[in-house]
Structures are given as C-alpha cells and as structure tokens.
C-alpha cells in the first residue's frame, strides 16, 4: 500500500518547486545601457530569479530523492511481483527519472544564464554594449518538466507499492532437496 503521508509529503515539495520556477520566470534580469561620460555600459536589475531557480531545482531534487528511497530505488529489496503494475513501475521509473533530468537541466541552466552579467565596456564608441539576459520561457520549461516530475514520479511509487505488495510465491517444490547423510 502506497503511503498517504509520503504521497503527500511530495506533491507539497513539488509544488513548492513549481511555484519558484514561475517565480523565477516572472523575475528573469533584464538590462538597460547605461551612459557615463565616456562609455557605455550595462545595468542589471534584481538577481533573485536565480536564487528562486536554484531554490525550484533543490525542492525538485528533494522530491526525487524521497520517492527514491522510498522505493529503494526500484533496484534495491527484493523483487516486485510479475504483472501489469511491475511493467508500469518499470515505464514510469524510467520516465521520471527523464522528465527530472530535463527539469534540472532546464532550472540549472536558466540559474546560471540568469546570473551571467556581461562586465565590458565601450569607450568611445556609438556601438552599445550587448546586454545578454535570459531567454523567455527556461524557467517556464523546467516549470513545466516539475509539473510532469511530479505527476510521474506519484503514479510510479503507487505502481511500485502495487508491485511490491503481497508475497512472492516460489512455486511449490520447485528444486532438489537435500536429504540427511546415512
């Protein structure tokens, strides 16, 4: 039986993570050219998107790990049993993990890119300073990829708990036995 608490415990961290990536998205730097008496330069708005990515990609993580340890990892503990919801654990254990790898790379990405200023300046030039910010939609992409992390990673440990209740039967007598020595 798969459990309430842990199910809960997770879409909560989830949503904690999905709530700072749109954060994130809304509060991307921007940049405007500034003018000294001699040069050109950039100017920088507020960093906290970058924070609010990384905070997104830990509470993500977070997440990931305590679905993993709770089911060991599916690779770890005894075997689940055979049918239908072994194959599913097996699908969505294998999707989870991909829609996660793209939501962290797609938060680690942005929090980096976010954080890069462009330091230069032109002296003496009608040419403006390329003021490089972030794309639109990175941190709405891993925004995205936590809503279907979450999604999968929940259907894959109720699965996995299917899977995993009940015993394994041996099959009866299914070898030699081994007498006492006379």
């Given at each position: 039986?798969?459990s309430?608490?842990l199910?809960?415990?997770?879409l909560m961290?989830?949503?904690?993570a999905?709530?700072l990536?749109?954060?994130?998205?809304?509060?991307?730097?921007s940049?405007?050219?500034?003018k000294?008496?001699?040069?050109n330069?950039?100017?920088?708005?507020?960093?906290?998107?970058?924070?609010?990515?990384?905070g997104s990609l830990?509470?993500?993580?977070?997440?990931?790990?305590?679905?993993?340890?709770a089911?060991?990892?599916?690779?770890?503990?005894?075997?689940?049993?055979p049918g239908?919801?072994?194959a599913c654990?097996i699908?969505?254990?294998?999707?989870?993990?991909?829609?996660?790898?793209?939501?962290?790379?797609?938060?680690?990405?942005?929090?980096?890119r976010?954080?890069?200023h462009t330091?230069?300046r032109t002296?003496?030039?009608?040419?403006?300073?390329?003021?490089?910010?972030?794309?639109?939609?990175?941190f709405?992409?891993?925004?995205?990829?936590?809503?279907f992390?979450?999604?999968v990673?929940e259907?894959?440990?109720?699965?996995y708990s299917?899977?995993?209740?009940?015993?394994?039967?041996?099959?009866?007598?299914?070898?030699?036995?081994m007498?006492?020595y006379n």
């Amino acid at each position: 039986m798969a459990s309430s608490l842990l199910l809960v415990i997770v879409l909560m961290l989830d949503l904690v993570a999905f709530g700072l990536a749109v954060a994130a998205e809304q509060r991307r730097a921007s940049a405007k050219i500034g003018k000294d008496a001699n040069s050109n330069f950039c100017v920088y708005d507020s960093d906290i998107a970058t924070g609010m990515g990384v905070g997104s990609l830990l509470f993500l993580l977070a997440s990931q790990l305590l679905i993993m340890f709770a089911s060991r990892c599916m690779c770890c503990g005894r075997a689940l049993r055979p049918g239908s919801s072994r194959a599913c654990a097996i699908v969505l254990f294998i999707t989870c993990w991909a829609t996660f790898l793209v939501a962290e790379i797609c938060l680690l990405a942005g929090s980096v890119r976010n954080a890069y200023h462009t330091k230069y300046r032109t002296y003496l030039s009608n040419n403006p300073p390329s003021c490089e910010t972030l794309r639109k939609g990175i941190f709405g992409a891993g925004a995205a990829f936590i809503v279907f992390t979450g999604i999968v990673s929940e259907l894959y440990y109720v699965s996995y708990s299917k899977a995993n209740d009940g015993l394994l039967s041996n099959g009866g007598d299914a070898g030699i036995r081994m007498g006492t020595y006379n």
